[in-house]
């Protein structure tokens, strides 16, 4: 019913910006919310960002200030902006759907050198 399709992960030095997106299609409506979560090696997945159809976001304390979600319903596409990453911040990001149960993208990995 809903298929997700992230891109945008890679390898980037400490200090330096990624984009990530997110494509949702299927049977999808702009009042669902949106948003990634993170899993990095050794530790359990967390809600990195979310956002919902009227704009409030969500961000982990972690990455306050330095990652901004974004949504255009228009596109049924979220982004998030990463800035000044760190080496911590290395895991694979996953994009989620509620509708209301949540429904994930494949993955895309996020490596962060130091």
């Known amino acids: 019913q809903v298929q997700l399709v992230e891109s945008g992960g890679g390898l980037v030095q400490a200090g330096g910006s990624l984009r990530l997106s997110c494509a949702a299609s299927?049977?999808?409506?702009?009042?669902?919310?949106m948003g990634w979560y993170r899993q990095a090696p050794g530790k359990q997945r967390e809600l990195v960002a979310a956002?919902?159809?009227?704009?409030?976001?969500n961000y982990a304390d972690s990455v306050k200030g330095r990652f901004t979600i974004s949504r255009d319903n228009g596109k049924n596409t979220v982004h998030l902006q990463m800035n000044s990453l760190k080496p911590e911040d290395t895991a694979h990001y996953y994009c989620?759907?509620?509708?209301?149960?949540?429904?994930w993208g494949i993955g895309t990995l996020v490596t962060v050198s130091s």
């Open positions: 956002i919902t159809s009227g704009g409030m976001t």
């Open positions: 299927g049977s999808i409506f702009t009042i669902n919310p």
């Open positions: 989620y759907l509620l509708k209301p149960q949540y429904y």
